[in-house]
């Protein structure tokens, strides 16, 4: 199955109100699912946002909430205006979640919202991608799970008020879990700030053993502030 999306627009705000555990919200598509998906030439000016306090959702991105489950998505010249708000959910200023046996190419991209991350459990926030986990990989074998980003930037300032454990801030991408993290040519302009948690920086927050890691010709001119 093929799901493109191709010079869109967004301008409505996106509020994810549920009471029941799990669930995606972003600007385009909340969560795609064993899909081909692209979006080319697309932008979200929407706030995306969740405020959900005693449960936990698991993606939320200014354009795709998560991509989970045999997923290989691209975006490709697509921009997010919005602010990015999640509470107990990965949250990114593009993308929020890659999951369970997936992969996701962004490249020539750029968030220009803030993304804050209110969780008091630990979450992750990125200015382009949240994190990637590849915990069910073995049930879902399509893909590798990975995640690679290229010439892409973040001028959004990325928080996370993590209060009790090691939370995860990064400008271009919050954790990564996977067999595969490329971050190629990007920049991040925006204001790292982590309250109660650990592992802040300007492009990523954290990796994990493992993870084949790429990290070349990035530039960070960000503010750095963990408390």
């Known amino acids: ?99 369970n046996a997936s992969k996701a190419t962004i490249k020539n991209s750029a968030n220009f919202g803030n993304v ?14 949240g994190s990637t986990n590849n915990s069910n990989a073995g049930k879902w074998t399509n893909y590798a799970n990975e995640i690679v980003v290229d010439n892409c930037q973040n001028y959004g300032d990325v928080t996370t008020q993590n209060a009790n454990t090691g939370g995860v801030v990064g400008g271009i991408e919050g954790a990564g879990n996977t067999a595969l993290l490329s971050v190629t040519n990007c920049a991040n302009y925006g204001k790292m700030g982590i309250k109660g948690g650990s592992n802040v920086a300007g492009i990523v927050g954290q990796g994990v053993s493992g993870t084949k890691t790429i990290i070349d010709g990035n530039v960070n001119y960000g503010y750095i502030a963990g408390a």
């Not at 804050?116 to 991608?129: K, L, P, R």
């Open 116 to 129: 804050e991350n209110g969780a008091d459990w630990n979450f992750y926030a990125g200015g382009i991608v």
């Open 1 to 99: 199955v093929k799901v493109n999306f191709n010079n869109c627009v967004n301008y409505a705000d996106i509020a994810h109100t549920g009471t029941t555990n799990e669930g995606a919200s972003g600007g385009f598509a909340g969560r795609v699912v064993n899909v081909t998906a692209t979006l080319n030439n697309c932008d979200n000016y929407g706030d995306v946002s969740t405020n959900r306090g005693t449960t936990w959702i698991q993606g939320i991105g200014g354009l795709v909430g998560e991509a989970n489950r045999n997923v290989m998505i691209t975006i490709d010249g697509s921009n997010n205006y919005g602010n990015v708000y999640a509470r107990r959910s990965v949250v990114g200023g593009l993308l929020g979640a890659v999951t």
